[in-house]
């Protein structure tokens, strides 16, 4: 037998193969219960395994803002332009070969990306080339940041008037 024929003979063997599995498995779909209802556990399990591992996600954020909210009130921020622009500079240096290492790193690149935007003359300007140039779940986790930092002040503010 030439070797075309048999490579032929070969492929026609698994696609029967693979279609009769293919009705195989429908038919036990469809007929048979407790493979039905196995079917509708491994969903379930599927579900929550998939909740627990977002509750999870969302957790670690939390403690990841908290993190970098913390660290960036204890420091002690440069206050003259030249001081503020190196920083500024060795920041924004750190922050991207953070993320140049990978995605593993983008965590640890948020926070000195907010350091640097918190000595930034005009944050809304940084802001914008952020979202340009950074990865999306670093730019999310600066927002949210701010957005929290925003409400504390909010807070803030309002418990600092004297109610009448």
Not at 4 to 25: D, I, K, R, W
Not at 62 to 88: G, N, R
Not at 106 to 125: C, G, I, N
């Amino acid at each position: 037998m030439k070797p075309q024929a048999v490579a032929a003979y070969t492929a026609g063997a698994v696609a029967v193969l693979g279609v009769s599995y293919l009705v195989y498995f429908d038919y036990k779909r469809r007929n048979d219960p407790e493979f039905r209802k196995k079917l509708k556990r491994d969903k379930k399990k599927a579900a929550k395994a998939a909740k627990e591992t977002e509750e999870e996600s969302k957790q670690a954020k939390i403690k990841l803002i908290e993190k970098v909210i913390v660290s960036s009130a204890q420091e002690t921020y440069p206050k003259t332009p030249e001081d503020m622009e190196k920083y500024f500079m060795s920041q924004v240096a750190e922050g991207e070969g953070l993320c140049g290492q990978g995605e593993a790193f983008y965590d640890d690149a948020v926070l000195p990306f907010y350091k640097a935007l918190k000595v930034y003359p005009a944050p809304e300007e940084l802001l914008n080339i952020y979202q340009k140039t950074l990865p999306q779940s670093v730019f999310s986790t600066i927002v949210n940041i701010l957005a929290i930092e925003q409400q504390a002040a909010e807070a803030q503010r309002n418990a600092d008037i004297p109610i009448e």
